[in-house]
């Protein structure tokens, strides 16, 4: 089969031929019909961020096709089901989506309701798993699950929770995360109002006047109570933001996903009570038995609404383009504006 694989860092990903392998036990084989690129995709390209000992690799962990063989005891798909999952970037992973033909983990992937494209159902994978993750594991913000023994006695809708970059993906789905658990109060910096409060968000405030307004504007409806933020966009040099608008009185905690440092202590306020900051990784893989959790329950999260596949993304029909490819990534790499592309393998 065709494939794109990035064969060393800092070079342009190039297009190869590969074996296609069959599927093992608990894994299906699809025909990729859409792999979708992220931000962390140029990272991996350029400085071998995840794939550096990993080579030749193929990238896009966002992947949709349609079944075509599957492994032994699996009974949860057909040959022809449409599913989407998310790719795993282990050396020689045969799983990610710049490739006619891929090997998926069953508890890593779910069938697409019939109401939802398959560009739809790509928005889905990374960008979910992010704030499914920041906000429900024990490592991050620590919400108990919606499904978890212990969610029945929390007081959600008690609790207050910060989500800064409400108009990034993992932002917009960051707000539907929270009010699925419940969650009283959803302030949200940056975004579309109308959008994010259709989510579930109570309070929707500008990005725009500077950190002196935007904190004054997060305490006037938090006060000094605040010890839950998410931060979906931010670099460390930013996050002090975020750290700045928690509790002085009350240990906070901020969830991010840019993690390449620590936030600028020398931009940070006094924190009598302390804080901790807290690194999400939004993997499957690498929570497998949450995400297996989660996986389950998507189906149903989908189609009774609760949770909402993004709309906006940019379809390349080119196929395994290797030029439109790397141009995609060099967009990421520039700091220029990129709607989620979703690249069309196959039909």
Known sequence: ??????????????????????????????????????????????????????????????????????????????????????????????????QEYAVEDVDFSAKIPASMSNDQAATLPSNLLAPMVAFFHADTLNFPAP???TASGFDYAGKTVLIIGGGSNCGRLGVQVAALAGIGRIIVVGGDQAELESYGGTHVLSRHGGEDSILARIHDVVGDDLIYVYDAVNRPSEQHLGVNALSNTKRGVLARLVTSSLPDETKIRPKTAGYDVKNVYGSSHLHPEFATALWSRLPGYLEDGRIKPLTRFEVFESGLDADKVNEVLDRYRDGKRVFQPHFHISK
């Open 1 to 98: 089969m065709n494939a794109l694989v990035v064969t060393e860092v800092g070079k342009p990903l190039t297009l190869t031929t590969r074996q296609v392998q069959p599927p093992g036990p608990s894994q299906v084989q699809i025909r990729v019909t859409v792999a979708g690129l992220n931000p962390h995709d140029q990272k991996c390209r350029d400085r071998g961020f995840l794939i550096a000992d990993r080579l030749p690799a193929v990238l896009a962990n966002d992947v949709v096709g349609r079944v075509t063989a599957v492994g032994k005891g699996v009974t949860k798909y057909k040959v022809g089901d449409r599913i989407f999952t998310q790719g795993n970037s282990s050396p020689g992973s045969p799983q990610n989506g710049l």
């Open 147 to 149: 499904w978890a023994e």
